[in-house]
């Protein structure tokens, strides 16, 4: 059994040009065939997150700091990647804009057999095949047709399946999505999440899902780290965090989000808006917009790592961590993973 | 309540090329009709490519009805709509980034319309409106939506997102309509964002009186926000009524997998991550689609097999069928007819069953 995880970021910082900090030393893990989810606004640098750990950073922004770490085998202790190399050597994304992780002027069978060739020098022939097996195996009907279409000639959600099959032609190890079904209908985005949801369980996959919807979040992810103003504020199993939220910000952005069921009535939005980067401070960066302030939240408030599975929260009033007497104790029962043989255990934590 | 807007029949075509020389028409909007109360917020829901945007742009007057039309306050619209009546029905967009002027402040941004209807001071009739009536009009729109003197003299740019789009709603309240059209205008924003926004529009609902025409994929808020809601299907409606019911009740089986696809923020589905629909998609079932048509029914909850079909092909008989969970031989043969219940109105062989 394998303790190590997949992938590691640790102290991910990044700043632009000569300016203000974006990341504030980020930290996150994530073990084969676990799903992280990253939830937050808009801004808070969740995406940016997902580019800097693949290496594609936008102009203007700069690494300032931390390392990426991957385990190229099964049960090998995860190693650095040269900072902007981590793409094509074990990660693979999956963007929210498919048309962007395609070329409008290849047929999409040819730019997939393309990716097969070049990482396994395989023959033509074989790449061909392959590229049809992957077309097939995400759920793209006439995988031999549709091996012949532009991408502008598909749909929405044929063209994200396509863009499935491509991040999956380069066998990583660990998938990064990137809001894959924001732009999707609701029926569309309840498939796209099943078939990477099947992905993961079949190939052991790890994950790294980014998403501002929580009801999302909740379907697809093992473990969820929220993410405001560029830390980590509160991280943990999904069922712990959404359901016995500690940090008010988690609580707040949970509440947020309208429901099928339950009463109708207002919206219930946050007040005011996250702070502009070049405002990040050392304290408590929701203070301003939370209604628990104490004293307490003007002094240094540090975000935390998501390195462990462990329930964790920023937040000064939040019970400290690392206590058996935890309320919520985190057991491996309580978080419905599915096979049980690739535990999401990374770093176990202190027997509870 | 009377009906401020009464669609009747209405029907959009759009030319498309199929080949060469050869041209068809694709029915995008297909036989509707629909009633908006004074006072109102209608939802109008459905999946891309059904129609929604097309029957929204036909009621602003943005695109021409093929046949059949729209009365505003019992009076027909005609096919060019004297400014006044354009002035009545106000839309906002999805994304204000690119319906709002780049290089315009927001004041200068809200001046445009209020230049021409706001009443013209009396020593120049000629002159237009006052500059300090405009000003002081510019305060109380923006006041009216949640922004301040300070984001007046902004630029689209330096705004945000939810920002944005209270500058474009304050833009249509220019006018002073009394219905707005908003085509999945929070879609682009934040939960929490757009929940201000939404309740904004709740708001003016109240103090304006106005009507709302809300047309959004996302069936959670418009359950929170709209009174009544309006489902359609490939042109057509599929089902109406009032959302408490619609969504408690819903009588057509097309609403159902809608709601069912929804995800919960709550608790995650039983059996795995996403529900059990059928339909493409398992990996493991390579080069087995779910083909839509398959009868469905291996126990458990089942939903859609792939996507709609294309408004070029609508099938014969209930157009869902296809894709139908409970289809039978009658839906592929004849069209059915509206049954009505409590309000609801659902258009299916089968509705409630």
Known sequence: MTSYP????????????????????LSFAVAAGQCLGIVGESGC?????????????????????????????????????????????????????????????????????????????????????????????????????????????????????????????????????DEPTTALDVTLQAEILRLLDAARTERGLGMVFVSHDIAVIRQIADVVAVMYAGQIIEAGPVADVLDRSRHPYTRALIDAVPTLDGPIGRFRPIAGAPPAPADYSPSCRFRDRCAHQVAACSGVVPGIDALTIEHRSSCVRSPRTHSSRDPSPYDHSSYDHSPGDHSPGVHEPEAT | MSALIRVHSLVVDHPVRAGFLRRRRLRAVDGVDLELMRGEILGLVGESGCGKSTLARAIVGLTPPTAGGVLLDGVPVPGRRPPGMRRRIQMIYQDPGSSLDPRRTVAQTLAEPLRRTLPAGKPARLAGPSAQKIAHRTRELLEMVGLGERQAHALPRELSGGQRQRVAIARALAVEPEVLVADEAVAALDASVAGAVLNLLSDLRERLGLSVLFISHDLATVRGLCDRVAVMYLGSIVEEGPVARVFARPGHPYTRVLLDAVPSRDRRRSGGAVPGLGGPGELGRPGEPGEPGEPGGLGGPRGLGGEPPSPLHVPPGCRFHPRCPRAAAVCGTSEPSEERRDGQRVWCHFAWR
Not at chain 1, 10 to 25: C, E, I, N, V, Y
């Open chain 1, 6 to 25: 997949l992938l590691e970021v640790d102290g991910l910082r990044l700043a632009r040009k000569g300016g203000a900090t974006l990341l504030d030393g």
């Open chain 1, 45 to 177: 640098g969740k995406s940016l997150t997902l580019r800097a750990t693949m290496g594609l950073l936008p102009a203007g922004v700069e690494l300032a700091g931390g390392e990426i770490r991957l385990s190229h085998q099964a049960g090998s202790a995860p190693t650095a990647v040269p900072p902007g190399q981590a793409a094509g050597r074990g990660l693979a994304m999956v963007f929210q804009d498919s048309h962007a992780s395609l070329d409008p002027t290849t047929r999409v069978g040819a730019f997939i057999a393309d990716i097969v060739r070049r990482r396994t020098g395989a023959w033509r022939t074989a790449a061909r095949k392959r590229a049809v097996e992957l077309l097939a195996a995400v759920g793209v009907p006439d995988p031999g047709l549709r091996f012949h279409a532009y991408p502008h000639e598909l749909s929405g959600g044929m063209r994200q399946r396509v863009a499935i099959a491509l991040a999956l032609a380069t066998d990583p190890r660990v998938l990064l999505c």
